[in-house]
């Protein structure tokens, strides 16, 4: 049964700091996805990971990953209030059969002034 | 294109009623998923559906829960006789079929919040 561990689960952060979150997964996959919620909203695809040693940025974000150590990791640069929302990483391991996903627990992140 | 519709976004049920939540996928879409999200959790996967066809429904729970995508008409997921354990955010998502290239990803909804009093 595929596992996806997320840590920190709650990461409180200072405005301008840096910081990375973990995603670590049990089985075989290439295909690893992250996402934002806000309090009571959907979910907003932040990136989208296919093939060992991809790596995407977006603004302040960026996710990599790495198929060999079953990790993807997201790390925020010179956060800003704006990015506090809870992030989810969620594993495909499918093999791009269907988009059935297994999520971790969620890392709640709060930019503080 | 209009996204993954869901309906209602809000849903209170007392003990024991009927709860009827609905997905209409992406224009084009003919691969539905649900999800529920518990307080303070993680979604986790229930079923997976093409039209008319239930592909994976190894999340669901063994009694009460019932899910369709009809060949017209949105996917409906179905909880009878409903418990406050049943008090979540369900979430749906749409996508074209796997394994295209255009195709990386599902989508989701807005999400149904259902409330069990």
């Known amino acids: 049964e595929l596992k996806v561990e997320q840590n920190p689960l709650f990461l409180s952060m200072q405005e301008g700091k840096n910081y990375t979150i973990y995603c670590n997964y049990s089985t075989t996959s290439d295909r690893l996805y992250w996402y934002r919620q806000d309090p009571g909203k959907s979910l907003e695809s932040l990136f989208v990971l296919l093939s060992n040693g991809a790596v995407k940025q977006e603004g302040r974000l960026m996710a990599s990953l790495d198929t060999k150590a079953r990790l993807s990791t997201l790390h925020i640069t010179a956060a800003v209030h704006d990015l506090s929302a809870t992030y989810f990483c969620?594993?495909?391991?499918?093999?791009?059969?269907?988009?059935?996903?297994?999520f971790g627990k969620g890392t709640l992140l709060t930019v503080n002034p | 294109n209009a996204g993954v519709m869901q309906n209602p976004r809000h849903l209170v049920r007392r003990r024991g009623q009927e709860a009827r939540l609905r997905c209409s996928p992406m224009k084009g879409h003919s691969h539905v998923y649900w999800y529920r999200q518990l307080p303070e959790e993680g979604l986790k996967f229930m079923v997976y559906l093409q039209k008319e066809n239930i592909i994976d429904e190894s999340g669901m729970p063994k009694e009460r829960f019932s899910a369709e995508f009809p060949k017209e008409g949105p996917s409906i997921l179905r909880i009878q006789q409903v418990v406050r354990g049943d008090s979540a955010a369900y979430f749906c998502?749409?996508?074209?079929?796997?394994?295209?290239?255009?195709?990386?990803?599902?989508?989701f909804g807005q999400g149904t919040r259902l409330t069990v009093v």
């Open positions: 998502a749409s996508s074209g079929v796997p394994g295209q290239p255009m195709n990386t990803e599902a989508f």
């Open positions: 969620a594993v495909d391991d499918s093999g791009g059969s269907n988009y059935k996903l297994t």
